[in-house]
C-alpha cells in the first residue's frame, strides 16, 4: 500500500509496482558463488505462480518448486504467506476473486485443473504449502540434492524448519 498526498490510502497491486521497477531500474541477481552473500530468500507463492508446466500431483509440483530455486547458495529461505480469512490482506484478496476450497488428501492428489482459480482461495494455498512442505521434509537427501544448497529453511506462519545434511536420518 502507498498513500496519497493527502494521507489516504491508496492500494496498488504488486504486478504493476514490480513492471514500473522493472521498467526503470537495472535489476541483476547476483551470480553464485558471491562471497558477500549469505543468504537468497524467495517468495514461495510467487516461484509457484510463475511455473509454466503445472505436473499431475502435488508432489511432482514440490519436485518442480524446488527447481525453480536459485542454484548455488549456500543457504535459500522459502518464505510462505499466511492466509488468515479474518485480516484485511485477505478481504483485498477477495476482491481480486475467490475459489472453491479443494480437499486435498495426500501429496500424490491430482492438481486441478484450473491451477490459478485453485489459487485464489486462501485456505487451498495453505494446504499447498503445507504438502510441498511434508513432501520436501520427507524426502531431505531429494531435496539438497535438486536444490543444490547446504541449508534449505522453510518458513510460514509459526513454522520455521531447517533442512541440511545433518538433518539426514542415518
Not at 96 to 117: C, E, L, T, W, Y
Amino acid at each position: 500500500m502507498l498513500g496519497n498526498p493527502d494521507g489516504t490510502r491508496r492500494i496498488t497491486t504488486k504486478s504493476n509496482m514490480n513492471k514500473i521497477i522493472l521498467e526503470n531500474c537495472n535489476l541483476s541477481l547476483p551470480q553464485p558463488p558471491h562471497e558477500t552473500i549469505q543468504c537468497f530468500i524467495v517468495d514461495m507463492i510467487a516461484i509457484i505462480r510463475y511455473m509454466n508446466d503445472i505436473p499431475d500431483t502435488y508432489e511432482n509440483l514440490a519436485w518442480n518448486f524446488l527447481k525453480m530455486l536459485p542454484k548455488g547458495y549456500a543457504r535459500v529461505d522459502v518464505v510462505a504467506d499466511s492466509y488468515f480469512s479474518n485480516s484485511i490482506k485477505n478481504n483485498a484478496r477477495s476482491k481480486r476473486g475467490n475459489s472453491a476450497k479443494v480437499i486435498v488428501s495426500s501429496n500424490k492428489s491430482k492438481i486441478p485443473r484450473d491451477f490459478q482459480a485453485f489459487l485464489l482461495n486462501g485456505e487451498n494455498k495453505t494446504s499447498l504449502i503445507k504438502l510441498i512442505f511434508e513432501t520436501i521434509k520427507s524426502n531431505i537427501a531429494q531435496t539438497l540434492n535438486i536444490s543444490r544448497c547446504n541449508e534449505l529453511i522453510l518458513a510460514n506462519e509459526n513454522n520455521c524448519i531447517k533442512i541440511s545434511l545433518s538433518s539426514c536420518p542415518d
